[in-house]
C-alpha cells in the first residue's frame, strides 16, 4: 500500500508556471506507475500524465503536450508535474494517483491509491 500527498498548488497568472509534487510512502515507490489527473468544477477526473515505474514510458493529454512535463525520481518517492503557459481552463484540483501496474494507465478506475488534491488556479 502507498500514501500519496501532493503539494505546490496555487494561483498563478495566464502564462505562469507551477511545479507539482506527490510524495509517496512506502519502499516499493519504483514497483507503481504514476498518474496525475485532474477535476474541475462540474467535470469528470481527466488523466493529465504519466509514467511508468522507471520513467521510460510517458503519456500525456493532448491539451498539455508541449507544457506540462512529468518526471520521477525513484530514490526520492517522488513524481512531479512541472507545468508551464498555463491557461485559465487549466483550473482544477489535481490528483496524483498510483498503482502496482507494468503499463501505464490512463483511466480514472485503473488506478488503486489516490492523494487528497491539490488545488490550482490560474487568473485570466
Known amino acids: 500500500q502507498v500514501q500519496l500527498v501532493e503539494s505546490g498548488g496555487g494561483l498563478v497568472q495566464a502564462g505562469g508556471s507551477l511545479r507539482l509534487t506527490c510524495a509517496a510512502s512506502?519502499?516499493?515507490?519504483?514497483?507503481?506507475?504514476m498518474g496525475w489527473f485532474r477535476q474541475a468544477p462540474g467535470k469528470e477526473r481527466e488523466p493529465v500524465a504519466a509514467?511508468?515505474?522507471?520513467?521510460?514510458?510517458?503519456y500525456y493529454a493532448d491539451f498539455v503536450k508541449g507544457r506540462f512535463t512529468i518526471s520521477r525520481d525513484n530514490a526520492k518517492n517522488t513524481v512531479y508535474l512541472e507545468m508551464n503557459s498555463l491557461k485559465p481552463e487549466d483550473t482544477a484540483v489535481y490528483y496524483c494517483?498510483?498503482?502496482?501496474?507494468?503499463?501505464?494507465?490512463?483511466?480514472?478506475?485503473?488506478?488503486?491509491?489516490w492523494g487528497q488534491g491539490t488545488q490550482v488556479t490560474v487568473s485570466s
Open positions: 494517483a498510483a498503482d502496482h501496474s507494468i503499463v501505464i494507465r490512463t483511466l480514472t478506475d485503473e488506478y488503486d491509491y
Open positions: 509514467i511508468s515505474r522507471a520513467g521510460l514510458n510517458i
Open positions: 512506502g519502499r516499493t515507490f519504483s514497483s507503481y506507475i
